[in-house]
């Protein structure tokens, strides 16, 4: 059968896996200080204490568009030519945090550690389980995701620390992508900043992982377009002003992301289940809005297949891509898959182009429909992501503080 994708606007290509990917940060920071099996694939420069700051949800055109709610993080990318360190990190495919976050805690591709979505199918029970706030309880983390972590290994040569939100401290998503070091839990942005600061300064070598998890969360609920937003973004540019200005001199700050976003507006949010065609044969919906896992019939032919993808791209072929699982998996998406995550993927996904968000009402409660900022596909919105060297401003080398 020919391919339906010979129909479509080119695919962009995979996520930069093993060269310049969200899973390459904490695997690179962890060889710059010396922890035995990483090699330093971003180029970091050496530094005795690292500090990773990931911002959920900032893509980098959306610090570039609004630069000037930024203007500490603006003067740090305008002045940062030094270093062979790439400027652009991919996330990790689907554009989502579970995803991302397992690929920067493991750095391995998604095909590996399995993480392929937020909701995705869990073969062994025939269920769509949830890999983020939701997690089921008949799914072990260490199961679903065996990986080592770098923080399990890095623990061993260098004091570890992360330095979260509360909630996460024993979550099963930490578990699974970001287990092993020392957890600081603290509600509070400006805490966060100061517990990282102090974790940085009580040891002579550190890795830090301070996790900011807010600008997301405004994204969702009122848009990047958005005063919410807006605010977050300069809430986030002080405190990195802060963090710089407290740390130890010879501490290296790196800021990313784990995805971009994008707004969809209200009438493109659309319930796909409303289209008979859509779903004929489909045996579970997952995946999220804007990156969509069909799961066919057991008993489906490749013809059934074609039939429904064909009734996809007449439908919205002018917005999304519709992808077989192994055109997804040639594609470079998911990185190397292994035995097991396979059927975790769609045998169809639907991956938006446009600003576009596709929901199953029978499955997804109603209210999730009012998420405006939305992620999951490949498009440079979404899966561009700034990696940014933040220049420390203290004056000189500070050793044990308190
Ligand atoms: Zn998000």
Known sequence: MPSLLTRQPALPGAPGYGKSSIG??????????GVPGYENVLK???????????????????????????????????????????RTLHAAFPSTTATSL?????GVVPGLHGMVGYDVLDPRQDKVVNLLGNWDAGVDPLTWQPYGTVFEKACATVPTTTV???????????????RGGSFRGVQSKSERVEIAAEALAATPTSLVYLYW?????????????????????????????????AVPADTLILLTADHGMIDVPRAARIDYSLFPELVDGVRHTAGEPRMVHL????DATEESRQQLMA???????????????????????????????????????????????FYDLRR???????????????????????????????KKAKGKRR
Request: proline content about 5%.
């Open 24 to 33: 390459d940060v904490l695997s690179s920071a962890a060889a710059v200080l």
């Open 102 to 106: 397992t690929s920067l805690g493991t």
């Open 295 to 298: 799961y066919l019939e057991a």
């Open 164 to 178: 979260s939100l509360p909630h996460f401290a024993n979550s099963p998503t930490t578990r699974a992508a970001l």
């Open 311 to 357: 009734a996809w791209l007449e439908k919205f072929g002018k917005q999304a891509w519709v992808l077989t699982r192994e055109e997804a998996i040639d594609a470079g998406y998911f990185g190397e898959v292994r035995d097991g995550v396979q059927a975790r993927i769609g045998d169809v996904l639907i991956l938006a182009r446009e600003p576009i968000a």
């Open 44 to 86: 970091l420069p050496v530094a005795p204490r690292i500090c990773v700051v990931l911002v959920d949800g900032l893509g980098k055109s959306q610090l570039k568009q609004r630069a000037s709610h930024a203007p500490f993080l603006r003067t740090v990318v305008a002045e940062d030519s030094r270093g062979e360190h790439p």
């Open 213 to 245: 998890s807010e600008l997301d969360k405004a994204g969702h609920a009122h848009g990047v377009d958005s005063p919410a937003w807006e605010r977050e973004l300069e809430e986030l540019d002080a405190g990195m002003k802060r963090l710089a200005a």
């Open 364 to 394: 997804v409660r109603l209210q999730a429909m009012d998420v405006v900022g939305q992620h999951g596909s490949i498009t440079k919105t979404e899966r561009e992501v700034p990696l940014l060297r933040i220049p420390v401003t203290a």
